[in-house]
């Protein structure tokens, strides 16, 4: 779960330093038992904004076919029988939750069966794992397994396949409803999924073929109607099952924090801040207590409150990178511009070497219109960590906005590069694209630009400054109504974003521009 600082219905811009809560690798590679929310904009959007270039967009990429399984890019709680990672150890993964030794070399058939899977023998997989149910009634059925790899390989539709056949081979296992329960809150199917937990209790309550799957089955139960009656703002129904679920895992970090939302929003603010606290003492990598108070204050517009919680969290911990990055994360989301930069010059004081405190001080920089100190900064992260779309993503913005040719071919490069390693598999990153198409734009590639942006449309995600690149485009096309329109929304959000400038400049200038509309008796005339 990432901590993301937004006062109530606005979002707030991308920024670099996140507090990440440890959750369970989730069978269908979302999160599952994360409450529900209406779908919102990124981060930093500046609101919904339809398509307005009208033009055959391409198709997002999608999920490409695969035998190997690949980690999946969420968790949910409960989601999966272990928390093991299925990168570094996929049999723990995959029985972890059913039996106590894993790997010890009785399981060695499942692991077997999986490298049969990976290399597409999946009858050969079925048939091994069919076998060790046969010899160990603790492993959970075929199909299940089967469809969690099949999950975990983002091959969805084959997953729900072995789902279906699992529930007709083994009608009393619960599994299956748990994991159609859990993908249905992910697509926000509120009444689906309470109808399917619903039937999954039944068959839980009455399962007692293997106790640890059976305790593990009470916690998803928990977890999943605590996440349907959060969806549906019934604080006192999600008090219960998430209060449930931390007596059954009281070592579950994400547990604690959603009770402590969940007392937040029935006014019982002392006891949420136990249970931030409570986080932490399950979890030492959870977030501070302070800064998710911090959060939850910002979202239920009690700024000052806000302010005061991310002051306890730096004076209880002063030298504490993570706490002064996510103070800054606060500061910038909020426009407290003053305050970033203070938390970010704490950061690299007690980190000179952080990358995460460098893309931040870049950030800062970039929307100060500093480039140099920006351009600086973000090359210092990107050579200490090339991997990191955050950083090279933001340093081609910078690199493109100056007027060097070559710093403006290297932007192009990056780009260019960001988009390949975003379009893998079920990838896609609106940022990296919402990048490629500006660099296109400046460089003089209106064509590209374009083809670019419809693609970051179809998401429906875009940023602030992403609002700005497309109103760039919707003026050369002569399209000043829907310029005008877009870049007036972008505007109304008081989050901070770099070309919020140029924003108002061209707003102002459109605006200018615009014949006067004749009143109505001329138009007759």
Not at 37 to 55: D, E, I, K, Q
């Amino acid at each position: 779960m990432f901590i993301q600082f937004r006062r109530r219905a606005i979002s707030t811009a991308v920024l670099t330093a996140t507090a990440v809560v440890s959750l369970a690798a989730s069978a269908f590679a979302q999160p599952a038992t994360t409450p529900a929310r209406p779908a919102t904009p990124a981060a930093g959007a500046g609101g919904s904004v339809p398509n307005p270039l009208n033009t055959p967009a391409a198709a997002t990429p999608a999920a490409a076919p695969a035998t190997t399984p690949t980690a999946p890019t969420g968790g949910a709680p409960g989601a999966a029988d272990s928390t093991a990672d299925p990168k570094t150890n996929l049999t723990e993964w995959l029985i972890g939750g059913a039996v106590a030794d894993a790997n010890s070399p009785q399981y060695k058939d499942v692991t077997d069966a999986i490298e049969k899977f990976r290399t597409g023998d999946l009858k050969g997989a079925r048939e091994q794992l069919s076998a060790m149910r046969k010899t160990d009634s603790r492993i959970p059925p075929s199909e299940i397994l089967i469809a969690r790899l099949f999950a975990l390989a983002q091959q969805l539709n084959p997953a729900r396949m072995e789902l279906e056949r699992a529930v007709v081979a083994e009608p009393k296992d619960p599994e299956p409803y748990l994991l159609f329960a859990e993908v249905a809150i992910q697509d926000k199917r509120v009444t689906d999924a309470e109808s399917l937990l619903n039937k999954a209790k039944t068959l839980v309550d009455a399962y007692s073929e293997n106790p640890k799957r059976k305790s593990n089955f009470d916690i998803r139960v928990n977890a999943g109607l605590a996440a349907v009656a959060e969806a549906r703002a019934q604080w006192d129904s999600a008090l219960q099952y998430l209060q449930n679920w931390v007596k059954l895992d009281p070592k579950n970090a994400s547990a604690h924090l959603r009770l402590a939302r969940t007392q937040f929003q029935l006014h019982k603010v002392e006891d949420a801040l136990k249970e931030a606290n409570a986080a932490t003492a399950a979890d030492s990598n959870s977030v501070n207590p302070y800064i998710f108070m911090a959060q939850l204050y910002e979202e239920a517009s009690q700024h000052a409150d806000a302010k005061k919680s991310i002051g306890f969290a730096v004076q209880g911990k002063p030298q504490d990178l993570n706490v002064h990055l996510m103070a800054a994360k606060w500061a910038l989301a909020t426009n407290e511009m003053k305050e970033a930069q203070a938390y970010v010059d704490a950061a690299m004081k007690i980190d000179p070497k952080s990358v995460d405190a460098k893309i931040a001080g870049g950030s800062i920089a970039r929307m100060r219109g500093d480039l140099a100190t920006a351009e600086r900064l973000l090359q210092d992260a990107v050579m200490a960590a090339p991997a990191n779309l955050d950083a090279s993503n933001q340093l081609a913005l910078v690199l493109v906005d100056t007027n060097d040719k070559p710093k403006q071919n290297r932007a192009a490069e990056i780009a260019q590069v960001n988009m390949r390693a975003t379009t893998q598999g079920n990838q896609f990153s609106p940022e990296a694209f919402t990048t490629a198409a500006w660099v296109a734009y400046r460089l003089g590639n209106i064509a590209d630009a374009e083809k670019i942006m419809n693609q970051v449309l179809q998401t429906q995600r875009i940023s602030q400054d992403g609002v700005y690149y497309l109103a760039r485009i919707l003026v050369d096309r002569k399209e000043t109504d829907k310029a005008i329109a877009i870049l007036e929304q972008a505007i109304a959000n008081p989050a901070p974003f770099a070309q919020r400038a140029a924003s108002a400049e061209l707003l102002s200038k459109l605006k200018a521009d615009k014949p006067a509309e004749k009143p109505a008796a001329d138009a007759k005339k």
